[in-house]
C-alpha cells in the first residue's frame, strides 16, 4: 500500500509542477504580447500626433495664400 501512496505523491507533484511551469509560460507569452502591443500603439500615437501637426500647419499656409490672394486681388484693382 505504500507503494501506491507514494506513486500518488509522485503523480500530485508532477501534476503540479506542470501547472506552474504552464502559467508561468502563459504569463511570459501575455507579457511579450503586451509588450509588443504596447510599442504598436506608440508607433500609431507618434504618426497621429504628426499628422495633427501637419493639418495644423497647413490651416495656417491655407489662411496665408487667402491672404495673399486679397492682398493681390486688392493691388490687381487699383
Do not use: C, F, P, W
Amino acid at each position: 500500500m505504500a507503494t501506491e501512496i507514494i506513486v500518488a505523491l509522485i503523480g500530485l507533484g508532477g501534476s503540479a509542477l506542470g501547472s506552474i511551469l504552464g502559467i508561468i509560460a502563459s504569463s511570459k507569452l501575455t507579457a511579450y504580447r503586451i509588450e509588443q502591443l504596447e510599442k504598436k500603439v506608440d508607433k500609431h500615437n507618434s504618426v497621429i500626433e504628426r499628422v495633427y501637426k501637419i493639418e495644423q500647419h497647413e490651416a495656417v499656409v491655407d489662411e496665408e495664400i487667402k491672404v495673399a490672394n486679397h492682398r493681390i486681388a486688392d493691388l490687381e484693382n487699383k
